[in-house]
């Protein structure tokens, strides 16, 4: 009996002391089961290139048919209305560029020259272009470098420093002036004027 008694104390000591210990190590023993809460994070990453891209949105300028006047020795057209010493048909339409990537950019133009695209000698012959913005600081003052009439060089040349990608500020219109002498060669005369978009 007495043997029962004494390990039935021991087996009360044995049992207290493992819900002791349970209890002081619980949270090891839920961290060391799985039940511990906890977080993490994850990346998810994309690297997205810029793109230097320019379109013509308004691309031909036509005057049509038409002759230098009998008295004056050329004629003055631009892109502004003006028909002055000819009887071409008025022009009140720029050419509109507009900066169709997703960065702004430097924009050359490069064109033939006014005696290989017009021709005649009775006077010199002139193609000038003209940059101005289409869109309110779309190219300012400090970076047009065609703000007044630029003859054309036949080779590149800056026209705006930077133009900007954002949809309200991406446009600048390019104005057209042409001298014609009045011995100038009578067939269609055309040229292409190109323009290149470097990111800035």
Same mark, same amino acid.
């Given at each position: 009996?007495?043997?029962?008694?004494?390990?039935?104390?021991?087996?009360?000591?044995?049992?207290?002391?493992?819900?002791?210990?349970?209890?002081?190590?619980?949270?090891?023993?839920?961290?060391?089961?799985?039940?511990?809460?906890?977080?993490?994070?994850?990346?998810?990453?994309?690297?997205?290139?810029?793109?230097?891209?320019?379109?013509?949105?308004?691309?031909?300028?036509? %005057?049509?048919?038409?002759?230098?006047?009998?008295?004056?020795?050329?004629?003055?057209?631009?892109?502004?209305?003006?028909?002055?010493?000819?009887? %071409?048909?008025?022009?009140?339409?720029?050419?509109?560029?507009?900066?169709?990537?997703?960065?702004?950019?430097?924009?050359?133009?490069?064109?033939?020259?006014?005696?290989?695209?017009?021709?005649?000698?009775?006077?010199?012959?002139?193609?000038?272009?003209?940059?101005?913005?289409?869109?309110?600081?779309?190219?300012?003052?400090?970076?047009?470098?065609?703000?007044?009439?630029?003859?054309?060089?036949?080779?590149?040349?800056?026209?705006?420093?930077?133009?900007?990608?954002?949809?309200?500020?991406?446009?600048?219109?390019?104005?057209?002036?042409?001298?014609?002498?009045?011995?100038?060669?009578?067939?269609?005369?055309?040229?292409?004027?190109?323009?290149?978009?470097?990111?800035?």
């Amino acid at each position: 009996m007495k043997i029962n008694n004494i390990l039935m104390i021991v087996a009360i000591v044995a049992v207290t002391f493992a819900l002791v210990n349970l209890i002081i190590h619980y949270d090891d023993a839920v961290e060391f089961t799985g039940f511990a809460t906890g977080q993490d994070t994850g990346t998810a990453n994309v690297t997205i290139l810029s793109q230097a891209s320019v379109e013509f949105i308004t691309n031909t300028i036509d %005057w049509g048919l038409g002759s230098v006047n009998e008295i004056p020795t050329s004629a003055l057209l631009v892109t502004n209305g003006t028909v002055d010493g000819g009887n %071409w048909s008025a022009v009140s339409q720029a050419l509109v560029l507009q900066n169709d990537g997703n960065t702004n950019i430097s924009v050359t133009l490069t064109s033939t020259l006014a005696t290989t695209f017009l021709g005649g000698t009775a006077v010199t012959p002139l193609f000038q272009l003209r940059v101005s913005v289409n869109e309110t600081n779309s190219c300012d003052t400090a970076h047009n470098k065609m703000s007044d009439f630029t003859n054309v060089s036949g080779s590149e040349q800056d026209a705006c420093l930077n133009l900007s990608y954002y949809n309200d500020l991406d446009t600048i219109k390019i104005d057209v002036l042409l001298r014609i002498p009045e011995d100038a060669t009578p067939e269609l005369k055309s040229a292409t004027i190109t323009a290149i978009a470097t990111p800035i």
